[in-house]
């Protein structure tokens, strides 16, 4: 996957975000999409930063991999 797509793959992912979010009340279905929404974004986030990473330093940022859900959840702001 490259930038455009990665970023493609996110803007998707918040627009179901927010048409979920406006619906008012959420089923447990629901929830459970929104939770997993919230995850693979943010891995999507964490591949985008390390592709930069790559690029800034020399390397392929084609080497980059999606982290773990709980190694990216884990992370501190």
Known sequence: MDDS??????????AEEHRLRDGGQHTDEERARLRAIE???DQLWDLIRQRDAK???GEDPD???PRPE???EGYLQ
């Open 5 to 14: 797509e990665i970023h493609a793959r996110i803007d998707a992912l918040v």
């Open 39 to 41: 995850e693979e974004r």
């Open 55 to 57: 690029r800034q330093y």
């Open 63 to 65: 080497e980059a991999r």
């Open 70 to 72: 709980q190694q990216v």
